[in-house]
């Protein structure tokens, strides 16, 4: 597609369970990156790839959390035995370049856990 | 921790005015970028500055860079009720350091224009 496209836009999933959040970056972008947006804490980064490889990943806040990226291409954020304040929009973006000078974002997966 | 800080938190105009947005930064910087987002939803990038630079524009929009004072601010002239949305400055990277787009949020201006 044209943008970055994520799954799903919505997802409400009860407490301790496992989620799943993929990003299908543009086509060609070596560079992607997974953000955070809550209420409490803004937007906050998460984690970076450069193809495959995750070269920082020091803002995942836990290691409930996980990603990876195949293909050098699309990613799956994981969340393992969610918890209430993990309920926040999961934006995902993605840039040509590894100076990530334009950075495109997706419209974001909200994660309601209840 | 958020980098940038932006002031005013909320801003509530009327259509045809004009809206200014400030941000402060702590650390040197690369560039500083601002973005929009409607509804809570994607970030839409609106325009970037390098820290080489001083002042940028892109059509209604003018973004001036003082490094010295570590600050940005974005213009918006002739405000249309579509611009109601919130704004944010993001910079990204070190002077000198190696810049891969971590960029590090401020919390955001809510634009409200009435038409």
């Known amino acids: 597609g044209a943008g970055v496209s994520q799954s799903p836009s919505n997802k409400v999933t009860e407490k301790g369970k496992d989620v799943e959040l993929r990003c299908d970056p543009i086509s060609g972008h070596t560079a992607l990156y997974w953000y955070r947006q809550s209420l409490g804490q803004g937007l906050e980064f998460l984690i970076y790839f450069q193809g495959n490889s995750a070269p920082d990943k020091s803002g995942l806040p836990s290691d409930r959390f996980s990603a990876e990226r195949t293909g050098g291409s699309v990613s799956t954020l994981t969340i393992q035995r969610t918890q209430q304040e993990d309920s926040a929009v999961y934006l995902c973006?993605?840039?040509?370049?590894?100076?990530?000078?334009?950075?495109?974002f997706g419209e974001g997966s909200w994660l309601t856990v209840v | 921790s958020q980098q940038g800080e932006e002031d005013p938190q909320a801003l509530s105009i009327q259509e045809g005015e004009n809206a200014t947005m400030n941000c402060s930064y702590k650390t040197s910087i690369n560039n500083l970028q601002w973005y929009r987002q409607n509804s809570g939803r994607g970030l839409v990038h609106l325009i970037l500055?390098?820290?080489?630079?001083r002042e940028k524009h892109s059509g209604r929009l003018r973004v001036t860079l003082d490094t010295s004072k570590k600050s940005s601010s974005l213009l918006i002239t002739a405000s249309r009720a579509a611009d109601t949305a919130s704004y944010f400055c993001?910079?990204?990277?070190?002077?000198?350091?190696?810049?891969?787009?971590?960029?590090?949020f401020g919390q955001g201006t809510i634009l409200t224009v009435h038409p």
């Open positions: 500055i390098r820290s080489n630079e």
């Open positions: 973006a993605s840039s040509p370049s590894v100076d990530g000078n334009t950075i495109y």
């Open positions: 993001a910079t990204g990277g070190n002077a000198g350091g190696t810049s891969y787009g971590k960029l590090t």
